[in-house]
């Protein structure tokens, strides 16, 4: 019974830590854009948690931790009501889950993604996409019965590396592919997009850190010896991701950007994400350390591409969380070694799982958002996306948006279209007071 209230109560807190995740990545994706935009950031990372938290209740915790229907979906729990505390407790913890997986679109394509766009991926998110690849790998819930097919074949992902960092990461690069790059994104403008604020990216990583300890550490849905040490490990790979990315920015030419660093931290936790249980703190921080070497080059990668990732997600979630769940085999060495059939067995049982994931999430998502076109806007317009989100999603005039506007008044008034097309990068537009003399 102590256990039982001890396990009970274990959850609550580690939801609750997850939960500060959310305004994680408000800081994390508010400070990555510019000002004119702020606003609709905040609105997106709130409401996606209030939408997809309602969904999930309502018809995703069901689809996802139900009674198994061969292996597919659940098939009870739609609009779940708790059983006891345990149960209640287990859907609080699954909602913040679902609500990160969802919430990692929204940096990817920040700037220029209609608002009702973004809410209806959210909804589409936590009533399919995740619940039911999240059932596949998973399961069922420990009071109901049934294991999803992918867990039947063995495959292992302790804490979401995949099930919701890889279905996070697939889906932004299917939106970012079909909204496409923000204006002057690679135009080869001389005023390049210029994000506001490093302080409030940092915080954001911070937070999201601290809610990662809840994360890992809540996944084994009950407190015993084992959590101590999924905490140490989780520590140990999101320091390493950080330190590493902190050297290669502190290198000559500086290869890794300051952004870099906080996408370098959360690569390193997302990498140990799905193996934290069973990584020594050895492996923990060999994780951290490969999860955040892919962020610069899969950065670079994507804007050779002309691929805008606003936040570098793909980079910070979708490459660390393939990479973390392909590990798994090779740190899970318990007692002995594996051998060599073996080893390659379970390989290749993670690589369906990843590559079922890619195409569910990825090609689900891209589809979804093509036929979602056909009914809704799901950019904005281009005179719109240069005057601000801010105003054109929210109607909220900042004082910077109004400097903006008198700024790209008096650029038209004395035929300057130059001036008016780029009074939106201020700061810098307006410090370049050498050009404005011209």
Same mark, same amino acid.
Request: glycine share 10%.
């Given at each position: 019974m102590v256990q039982a209230t001890l396990d009970t109560f274990w959850l609550v807190v580690a939801g609750t830590l997850v939960l500060f995740?959310?305004?994680?990545?408000?800081?994390?994706?508010?400070?990555?854009?510019? @000002?004119?935009? *702020?606003?609709?950031? @905040?609105?997106? *990372?709130?409401?996606?948690?209030?939408?997809?938290?309602?969904?999930?209740?309502a018809v995703g915790f069901g689809l996802m931790f139900g009674a198994s229907h061969n292996g597919w979906f659940g098939s009870t729990g739609v609009f779940f009501r708790p059983l006891d505390g345990f149960s209640a407790a287990f859907l609080f913890f699954q909602v913040m889950f679902c609500s990160t997986s969802a919430t990692i679109v929204s940096g990817a394509v920040a700037e220029r993604i209609t608002f009702v766009a973004y809410l209806a991926l959210v909804i589409l998110m936590a009533v399919c996409f995740y619940p039911v690849y999240g059932h596949w790998a998973w399961g069922a819930a420990p009071f109901e019965s049934g294991s999803g097919w992918l867990r039947q074949l063995g495959f292992h992902d302790f804490a979401g590396s995949t099930v919701v960092h890889s279905v996070g990461g697939w889906a932004a690069l299917a939106t970012i592919l079909v909204i496409g790059p923000r204006v002057g994104r690679f135009d080869g403008s001389r005023f390049p997009v210029q994000a506001q604020g490093v302080p409030f990216t940092m915080f954001g990583v911070f937070l999201i850190f601290i809610g990662w300890i809840g994360f890992n550490g809540g996944s084994t849905l009950r407190f015993d010896d084992s959590v101590p040490q999924i905490i140490l490990n989780t520590m140990l790979a999101g320091c390493t991701g950080g330190m590493m990315l902190t050297l290669l920015h502190m290198l000559p030419g500086r290869p890794a950007s300051i952004f870099d660093i906080g996408n370098g931290c959360i690569a390193g936790l997302v990498a140990i994400t799905a193996s934290a249980d069973v990584a020594t703190p050895v492996a923990a921080v060999a994780l951290g350390f490969l999860g955040a070497a892919m962020v610069v080059p899969v950065r670079i990668m994507l804007d050779r591409a002309e691929i805008d990732d606003a936040v570098g997600a793909v980079p910070a979630h979708l490459a660390p969380g393939i990479l973390g769940t392909l590990a798994v085999p090779f740190v899970d060495i318990a007692d002995a070694p594996p051998t060599f059939d073996a080893l390659i067995h379970a390989v290749g049982i993670q690589f369906l799982g990843v590559a079922v994931c890619a195409v569910w999430s990825f090609g689900g998502v891209f589809v979804a958002l093509r036929l979602l076109g056909l009914f809704i806007p799901l950019r904005v317009e281009v005179q719109m996306e240069r005057r601000g989100l801010n105003v054109a999603e929210h109607g909220v005039v900042t004082d910077m948006a109004h400097l903006i506007g008198r700024f790209g008044a008096l650029g038209q008034r004395h035929g300057l279209r130059d001036l008016f097309d780029q009074a939106t990068t201020l700061p810098r537009s307006i410090c370049s007071i050498r050009w404005c003399r011209r």
């Open positions: 995740m959310q305004p994680g990545f408000l800081g994390l994706e508010g400070g990555s854009v510019r @000002a004119k935009n *702020n606003v609709n950031v @905040a609105a997106k *990372n709130f409401t996606d948690f209030c939408f997809s938290a309602l969904c999930f209740w």
